[in-house]
């Protein structure tokens, strides 16, 4: 079974900051972690995916994330946050011989001017 | 080209009454998936269709709930004699396989208000 812990319920962040949302994993097989990112009243959006290879990923907007195995984390940064990155964020796993995604229960990030 | 795509986009009904929620899926995603977000519980698996395969109907919270795939292509999810628990936001996602490396695309969902 996998189960996903995002740390930090709410992020506060001013204009052009850096940002960090921590996830971290857990799980008895191989798998594959995604950020989600979802805006008021819309579904999840991709932002990026950890399959296989190179541990730091790279997403849409400007995020990247960064495997960490020993750690099982998966952490989601972005140098410079804008006003419009202001929504929930999700971090999942899911496990490589099932379908379902197992999702952290979210951080909504609030980035103020 | 075309997302995935749920109807109605809300739903206000009685306890006690059936509720039918749909979702078209992404032309040529051969899985689809059901998930349960409310704010209890955060976001939930429910079921999943993979092709012609059974169902993984593990997340599925009671009886009460049912889903079906026709043809390999729209779902629909039923939820008979709701309960204000029920009250959620119900989101569809569907893939181009389900145990592949290939992501899922989720529609906007259906919002649930059981009074």
């Known amino acids: 079974a996998q189960s996903v812990t995002q740390l930090d319920s709410q992020v506060p962040v001013f204009e052009e900051a850096p940002v960090e949302l921590r996830c971290n994993y857990s799980s008895s097989v191989s798998v594959y972690l995604f950020w989600y990112v979802q805006y008021p009243n819309q579904g999840l959006q991709l932002l990026l995916k950890?399959?296989?290879?190179?541990?730091l990923v790279k997403g849409i907007n400007g995020f990247e994330a960064e495997f960490n195995k020993s750690q099982t984390s998966f952490h989601l940064r972005k140098p410079s946050v804008h006003i419009s990155d202001t929504a929930e964020y999700f971090c999942a796993v899911r496990g490589g011989n099932t379908g379902k995604l197992i999702f952290g229960q979210g951080t909504t990030l609030q980035v103020k001017p | 080209g075309a997302g995935v795509s749920q109807s109605p986009s809300n739903k206000v009904t009685e306890k006690g009454k059936d509720v039918e929620l749909r979702c078209d899926p992404i032309?040529?995603?051969?899985?689809l998936y059901w998930y349960r977000q409310s704010l209890g519980q955060g976001l939930e698996f429910l079921i999943y269709?993979?092709?012609?395969?059974?169902?993984?109907k593990s997340g599925l919270p009671s009886d009460r709930f049912s889903a079906e795939r026709t043809g390999g292509s729209v779902s629909t999810l039923t939820i008979q004699r709701t309960q204000q628990e029920d009250s959620a936001v119900y989101l569809c996602?569907?893939?181009?396989?389900?145990?592949?490396?290939?992501?899922?695309?989720f529609g906007d969902g259906t919002r649930l208000s059981i009074l």
């Open positions: 269709f993979q092709g012609n395969s059974a169902p993984d």
């Open positions: 032309s040529g995603h051969t899985a």
């Open positions: 950890y399959l296989s290879g190179s541990t």
């Open positions: 996602a569907s893939s181009l396989g389900a145990v592949s490396n290939q992501p899922q695309h």
